[in-house]
């Protein structure tokens, strides 16, 4: 699954986020992989795309709550 809350793209894996990102024709230089959680920065524009490509709406503090418990070892 993909998760966006405007600013950020995450998903289940790694793997699935750098697929997507590559559908939406989203640079690889917006992947941060050395924060709490690896993700994409994204602008309105990748946003839409984004959304229209089927990743879910998510609140900023939703988004967190998936990174954390994708992510926290």
Known sequence: MIYTDGTFLLADSVRELRK???EIDLPEKNLNQ?????HYAIT???WEQAIQEGACHVTTQELYQI???LYDT
């Open 44 to 46: 309105s524009t990748y």
């Open 67 to 69: 990174a954390k418990r």
């Open 34 to 38: 050395t924060s709490f959680f690896p």
């Open 20 to 22: 997507f990102a590559k």
